[in-house]
């Protein structure tokens, strides 16, 4: 499995889109902490990977009091959403992929809110891709 950045503490991710992902991190990433969200699971498949039911806002707050720095959020529009309406996301970091899909997993699931975010960098890849790192910023 690909090195995952050093300063990543904690893989987050919504059990819809891991079962679909072809990634195969269900084992976990080794050196990290990983955390699948449900509503419906009972267990997961592996001893590294932790189960979340709490609220995202008590689940969060937990975290962010451990020891460590980033967490990677990946689990399509409503757990992006949860950590949203609950106030913690301080960052995006996006890749546009270039390619029309015409359907998939909306990045943040539809509601009414007003984000403002502000551009910290950017980065071109030789295939096209374009990395966007945006700070969310507080109201």
């Given amino acids: 499995m690909r090195s995952i950045a050093p300063s990543i503490r904690a ?29 419906t699971l009972s267990k997961v498949a592996s001893p590294k990977v932790s189960l979340v039911s709490e609220d995202v806002r008590v689940f969060a707050e937990r975290l962010r009091s451990e020891k460590g720095k980033d967490i990677w959020l990946v689990g399509g529009g ?6 949203l309406d609950s106030g913690q996301v301080d960052e995006f970091i996006i890749h546009v ?4 899909i015409g359907e998939g997993i909306p990045l943040v699931a539809p509601r ?11 980065k071109s890849f030789h295939d096209g891709v374009v990395k966007l790192h945006y700070a969310v910023r507080v109201k």
């Fill in 11 to 39: 893989f987050c991710a919504a059990r819809p889109t891991t079962s679909r992902s072809s990634l195969g991190w269900q084992k976990g990433y080794a050196g990290k902490k990983n955390y699948v969200f449900s509503r």
């Fill in 78 to 83: 409503e757990l992006v959403a949860a950590f």
């Fill in 97 to 100: 992929i270039p390619k029309m």
């Fill in 112 to 122: 009414h809110r007003d984000l403002g975010l502000k551009l910290l960098a950017t």
